[in-house]
């Protein structure tokens, strides 16, 4: 079977899944749901692995492969095609993306065992990796909308999966709105690209690109900028980032799947997938570099002080992808897409003993409430040490070669790219010391009373609460099942984690210096017309930056050692005297009450107005009065059958005078 | 007498009886208004055929005469069925044709 | 002589008329409509049409008046006072059949007909006689005729099917 088939048959089996699940979970029996789901994305790996290998049969400069089930829209000039384009890009992502989430089914399987909605949950799931994959394998404008809307849908859906709670609807309702604003900057971006070039394909686009524009011309950095507020929504960057955190009310999986691996990661693709047009306005690359600098180094300093588990995490995944947007926007294509997996990798690991230690702690995700579960949940507790230490950059783990490879890139290139590696710098010291903060404080110390528990054979249960507002839930459907599954008890759990903390550990061998560049040369077909792909840094400048690089996370890892294992009072401290700076962080930097002055409340001020005012005055005015008069004429005819003969009579004879009179009149 | 004369007092009995119609409630009262429409245009028939000197007039004149008997047959009959039915006799009391 | 006669006739018939709409009582009404019409039969006299104005002695006077006084007697009086629940009507009749009245005048003076003017062409005896009139009807109206008689069927079967007795334990009011 050809590379393209291998690909359509990656798109058809989580799609097939969802289905299944969804239109046959009544007949099939209790669990198989979950493991319909886990088969299905199973298999889209292995059909991706095939693509794979039927695409390296083809030469170099032929691994541009398009395949079209049928045309989509084809008259007045508009020509698209349902289709799909497999180069190595899209297969790169497809490996991961089914990769990952076969990974994260498996561990679903058990995590989400006692919910009521469970097969609910794998179909959705199914979908979401269905439309990741239609984005990613697209190959035109049309389709990759039509697969980012989708996953914006999803990623709704899936946020709020526990329905019944406030908190969760309201938070899905906020992503999908975000992500709406970036589909517009979208649906904007293609109708330019179509004004300017004529067609939607990408492989026709990018071959028309630099003849239909000169370097940074208004149309190009124009049409750049609107991709980029699509691609900045769906990766939650400044300032579209606000739903990110709002976005862990969805189950653990989801936080894992979705906003870890694979959707936020859209933008970072995108952008490498439009690189002819970003190289075409570098105004636009630039602006991109300096949102993603700016992401990163906020997220983090957040991530310093949020208590909440799962959020932290979530800057964190912020903080990284603000690294990749970086990466993408300054030239570094492979060492971008190469974060991007090694990120995949240890963030869903990260999250998956997260997942773990939150079932271990009665759903509570306070990390002040947490310590000691190392003789509790040691398999857990070892997994999170190892995503920790790869999000860390730890020398020799594959965060290590992928973040400070993006690094050494920016230093490479110099002059104003010098701010990028200084800034990532920088921020990989306080990766590090965030990353440890998980760590320790989960890890080290004295068990805390879940722990006991646990350690004397008896997971903790408690009444069940919402996290973030403590309010009593209601039990109904839309609301996580009774039981809480802990990976030491579960080997689905148990699987996926340590592949993926295999993967975490060792994956960077892809990429070592001077000594191997699988990605770069893997994707060297997508990117062989770009100018910046094939500036790659020496040997030694890039052990350099990896010398450099190792000793910053050696020193926040040490710091975080100091302030919560040796001197646990420290931060307690720190915090009291630093007091506004605490505040102004762990209110994330005030972006929400911002946006909510600036845009919402101006929003729904106007909603009311145009309501009240416009709606029920000028609108309905004009059409009650247009109905009130006709109303008033038809009632005023009306009036004349009146039901009586004699007034019948009378307007015969009536008429029949007038009649008669303009006879007379007339023959005079 | 010129013939103008009848054809005006054809004219004038016309009148009366078309107000008639419109006055009076009871429907016996109406149709005898009706009668007298009808026999001012027979008035009229006949004057103009003696005006014309044809005969044809008061052979139309005849045939009113009869549809004239029908027609009050048929109207008698209806106020027969009325009173059977109780309803009172009053035109204004069968408004069923109301819009 | 012809004169006296023609305005004896005409008052008698107007105030046949305005009796058949002014009187309350309808059985009064009735008496009021055969004066008018045995007036009219003068009037037809006067016009040279003799069978005509037999017919309508002998018919309408005779028949039909007999039919409205059973209908009459039947029903009864319904003393009904004279004005409207049309509002208005009482004023607006009187005055648009005033407005008729004058236009037909207007009509039949202002016409040049010349024959109007005047008391017709000479006539030959015989004209208005039964003879004259049945040969008409047979002959060239003959269809009408026949039309009028099947007319005349309709209605008194109509009439019987109106006004007919239900049969049983169908209720006859409401």
Known sequence: MSATTYAWLVLGFPLAGSLIIALGWRALPARTAGWIGTAAIGLAFLCSIGALVMLQDEPAEARHLTSSLWDYASAAGLDIQLGILVDPLSVFMCLVVTGVSALIHLYSVAYLDSDRGYARFFSYLNFFVFSMLLLVLAGNFVLLIVGWAFVGFASYVLISFWYRRDTATKAGMKAFVINVIGDVGMVFAAFFIFRELGTFDYLEAFEAAPDAFTENEGVIVAIC??????????SAQVPLHTWLPDAMEGPTPVSA???????????????ARTFPFFELAPTAADIAAFGGLATLIIAATIALVVTDLKRIIAYSTMSQIG??????SIGAYAAGLFHLMTHAFFKALLFMAAGSVIAAMANVQNIDRMSGFRRALPFTSLLLIVG???LAGFPGTSGFFSKDEILVFAADRGGMYWIFAIGGYATAFLTAFYAFRIGFRVVAGDPCSEARELEGGHLAHAEPENPMTGEREDTDVGFPGPEHHIAERAWPMRWAMAVLGVLALIGGVSQVPGVDHVIETFLEPTFEDSALYHLVPST??????????AILSIAGIALAYYCYVANPGVTGRLQERMADVHRFLFNKWYFDEVQDALVYRPSIALGRFANSVFERVVVDGIVDGAVGLVRGAAAVVRGVQSGFVRAYALLLLGGFAALGAYFLVVSS | MAVEWYLVLSALLFAIGAAGILIRRSPLVILLCLELMLNAGNLALVAFARAAGNEEGQVFALVVMVVAACEVVVGLGLIVA??????????????TLRG | MEEVAFFGLAIGA?????????LRNPFYSVLALIVHLVSLAGLFLLLHAEFIAA???????????VLYVFVAAYVGNVEEPIWDQIPGQRFVAPVLAAALFVELTIAITGTALKSLESEGPTIPLGFGSPGSIGELLLERYLIVFEAASMLLLIAAVGAVVLAGRRRQGEPSGG
């Open chain 1, 225 to 234: 900028l609107l991709l980029l507020v699509g691609a900045f929504a769906k």
């Open chain 1, 388 to 390: 920790a230490l790869a």
């Open chain 2, 82 to 95: 009325m009173f059977r039915r109780r309803i009172p006799l009053n035109v204004d009391e069968i408004r």
């Open chain 1, 257 to 271: 799947l979705i906003h870890a691996a694979t959707m936020v990661t859209a933008g970072v693709y995108l952008i």
């Open chain 1, 323 to 328: 690294y990749m947007v970086v990466g993408v």
């Open chain 3, 55 to 65: 017919a309508q002695v002998v018919v309408y006077a005779g028949a039909v008046m």
């Open chain 3, 14 to 22: 107007l105030g046949g008329a305005i009796a058949v709409i002014g």
């Open chain 1, 540 to 549: 030694s400048a890039a052990w350099e930056g990896l010398g450099v690089g």
